[in-house]
Structures are given as structure tokens and as C-alpha cells.
């Protein structure tokens, strides 16, 4: 049963770049894909792009210029940055991980979220 | 982008109830559709994936149907559990995008 803890600071000052980690447990980050979404009033479920464990990424075009996403299969984690950061990335911030059945893919374990807040 | 258009946004219902949510896809998704229940201040909780195959775990009053672009989530008998916001989201392409929500209320 996989587990999954997202970490990283709260608030975040505008112009910066937030950083979070995904720690999971319970099993080994090798072999799947791995997520981060995002969630706000707004602008609902955002997905901001996925990695997997051999470091492949691929990333939300709307995001693309400001996100890097990185494994370390290591410490069984992987990270979010997003630089230049406004109050419109404002947002509840998930971890997820892919599950997969054939050629199906899905979120299946998620992180219990993390709250960054964008503000001087 | 696939644009998820779910319907209705929001819907009263009582203990008991057959519950019917639609999912509309902007384009061809083939089958590539995932079902999501949200309580809150908690994380999505998978539900359906590939259109109409149960996650395992989740009981079975909760079914999903379609293909194409049009898909529904149905909820035989509402239970007081279920009272919920739920969400489809398209497999497809990139990006991975979620319908808005659908929020289901006690009548």
C-alpha cells in the first residue's frame, strides 16, 4: 500500500520559486509514473505534469516555462519547482502516483496535499 | 486541450437515490476516462479508470459507462457517505485535464 507525503514550505513570496517534495513509502518509486497536481478555487484540478522513475518528464504547457519536476530514487522521492511564482499558483498541491492496467492509466494513490500560498 | 464539461454542477439528492453524473469531452478520448470522488479537505479518491472498470475497493453501487466523448457515473443507491464532489479526467492527451465537478448535496 503505497503512501505518499508532500513537503515544503507554506508561503512562498511572488517573483520566487516554490519548492515541494513527495516522499512515498510503502513501496519503490521505480517503475511508475509519478504526478503533481494542483488545486484551487479557481481554476479546479490542475494536473502540472508527471516523472518517471528514470527521470522522463513531461509537463502542462501552460506551465511548461516556470516547472521542473525530479527523482531520486535514491530517498524514494521526487520534487516540484515552479519558479516565478504569483498569487494565481496559489493552491492546494498534490502528489499522485500512476497506477496502470494495459494501456489505462490513472491516479490511484495521492499525497493528502499541501497548501502554498502565494503573498508578500 | 480536451475541455471536460461535467454536468450538472450540482444536484440534491436523498439517501437511496440513483444518482447520474455526465461527462462531456471536447474531443475523442476512445475510453481513456477516470472517475474521481473528493470529500472535503481531502485528496481525490479514485473511483472508476478506463470508463467503466471499479477501482479496486470501491463498492459496487458506483458504475461508469461510455466511450468516445460522452461518459456518465452512476450511483445506484446514494449512501450518506457519498455526499460528495466528483470529477472525470481524460487519460488521453496531454495535458491530463478534470472536469470542473460535480457536487452532490442532501436534499
Known amino acids: 500500500q503505497f503512501q505518499l507525503q508532500e513537503s515544503g514550505p507554506g508561503l512562498v513570496k511572488p517573483s520566487e520559486t516554490l519548492s515541494l517534495a513527495c516522499s512515498v513509502s510503502g513501496g519503490s518509486i521505480s517503475n511508475y509514473y509519478w504526478t503533481w497536481i494542483r488545486q484551487s478555487p479557481g481554476k479546479g484540478l490542475e494536473w502540472i505534469g508527471y516523472i518517471y522513475y528514470s527521470g522522463r518528464t513531461n509537463y502542462n504547457p501552460s506551465l511548461k516555462s516556470r516547472v521542473t519536476i525530479s527523482v531520486d530514487t535514491s530517498t524514494n522521492q521526487f520534487s516540484l519547482m515552479l519558479s516565478s511564482v504569483t498569487a494565481a499558483d496559489t493552491a492546494i498541491y498534490y502528489c499522485a502516483r500512476h497506477g496502470r492496467t494495459g494501456n489505462y492509466f490513472y491516479f490511484d494513490y495521492w499525497g493528502q496535499g499541501i497548501l502554498v500560498t502565494v503573498s508578500s | 486541450d480536451i475541455q471536460m464539461t461535467q454536468s450538472p454542477s450540482s444536484l440534491s439528492a436523498s439517501v437511496g437515490d440513483r444518482v447520474t453524473i455526465t461527462c462531456r469531452a471536447s474531443q475523442f478520448i476512445s475510453s481513456d476516462l477516470n472517475w474521481y470522488q473528493q470529500n472535503p479537505g481531502k485528496a481525490p479518491k479514485l473511483l472508476i479508470y478506463a470508463a467503466s472498470s471499479l477501482q479496486s475497493g470501491v463498492p459496487s453501487r458506483f458504475s461508469g459507462s461510455g466511450s468516445g466523448t460522452v461518459f456518465t457515473l452512476t450511483i445506484s443507491s446514494l449512501q450518506p457517505e457519498d455526499f460528495a464532489t466528483y470529477y472525470c479526467?481524460?487519460?488521453?492527451?496531454?495535458?491530463?485535464?478534470f472536469g470542473q465537478g460535480t457536487k452532490v448535496e442532501v436534499k
Open positions: 479526467q481524460q487519460n488521453y492527451n496531454i495535458p491530463r485535464t
